[in-house]
């Protein structure tokens, strides 16, 4: 059988595309629409999906083949859809960027909630976000970090970090706890991480628990002085909780990490050697899919 086969398939919005009979006739296939962050299922490894055009595709089974995206100039605001020159925080058009709670410093910074002094941008964006359960956990990539993050974004928080460990450590009410238990817990973490490390697959050997306890027992005075302020039960020690290992789908880390930019470079190709974090890492270079949140793609592997 030679020569290309054209197949058509029609898509539902949101369902997942099984590529393994378009490989079975040895086709490959092709499809446009604005990316979004990769979606991640922790499995034995990691199961990657990237949302293009409302459509899922699995992207795992194309590790070990030539994939390519092609940046077609246009990038539509993650939120509101409208066209911008700039993507502001991963994907926004500048008003969004501006005016959107989920945008505010107190996002990265959530010990700058700012919610009390009655100036949130969306108090019931706030109130359902910020004023939930959040985890402070210890993540290790090639080093170990401090981090928070929502009850329902475990463990996808950890897997967009490339964290091959993470431990909960402490669950607290609310958003502005966490911050504030991150920051006492920082100063005792050297919180070195880099992602070209991560990228490479350099890994730390610090044991999670040991650390854990360690942070415990040196912040005991401050953490009794949160508890004073905000009550009994603002902060709960998760003391059995296990360390929960990540393994990612890939095959060849790269000796040297190179970045493609869609800005610079419309067309990036290779061979996908694997994903880890937010990035496909090619033969040619890694591709951070986050940062690219509404470019319009054309993807073909
Ligand atoms: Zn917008």
Redesign the pocket.
């Known amino acids: 059988m030679g020569g290309k086969i054209r197949l058509s398939v029609n898509f539902t919005a949101g369902e997942c595309v099984c590529l393994e009979s378009l490989f079975a006739y040895n086709t490959r296939m092709k499809i446009t629409g604005n990316i979004a962050k990769l979606k991640t299922t922790l499995e034995t490894p990691v199961k990657y999906q990237l949302p293009i055009a409302d459509q899922l595709i699995d992207l795992n089974p194309f590790i070990g083949k030539t994939v390519r995206l092609q940046y077609d100039g246009v990038i539509n605001?993650v939120?509101?859809g409208?066209k911008t020159k700039k993507s502001f925080q991963q994907g926004?058009?500048y008003?969004?960027f501006q005016s959107l709670p989920e945008c505010d410093s107190c996002i990265i910074k959530p010990e700058l909630c700012h919610y009390h002094e009655g100036t949130c941008r969306d108090s019931a964006w706030g109130e359902q976000h910020c004023f939930q359960d959040h985890v402070v956990y210890l993540s290790k990539t090639s080093g170990v970090k401090v981090g928070i993050t929502r009850q329902p974004n475990v463990p996808s928080r950890w897997i967009d970090q490339g964290a091959i460990q993470a431990l909960p450590i402490f669950r607290v009410k609310d958003r502005l706890t966490s911050g504030k238990v991150e920051m006492i817990f920082k100063q005792h973490v050297a919180d070195k991480t880099a992602w070209q490390r991560m990228l490479k697959g350099e890994t730390s050997d610090a044991d999670l628990l040991a650390e854990r306890d360690r942070l415990h027992a040196e912040c005991q005075s401050e953490l009794s002085d949160i508890e004073k302020e905000l009550g009994d039960g603002a902060i709960q020690f998760l003391a059995n909780d296990q360390v929960i290992d990540i393994e990612y789908p890939v095959i060849t880390y790269p000796e040297k990490v190179k970045s493609f930019n869609f800005d610079k470079t419309p067309v990036v190709e290779g061979e996908l050697q694997g994903i880890k974090g937010q990035y496909l890492i090619l033969d040619s270079g890694v591709l951070n899919i986050r940062k690219f949140s509404g470019y319009l793609i054309s993807f073909e592997g």
Do not use: E, G, N
């Open positions: 605001c939120s509101c409208r926004y058009c008003p969004c």
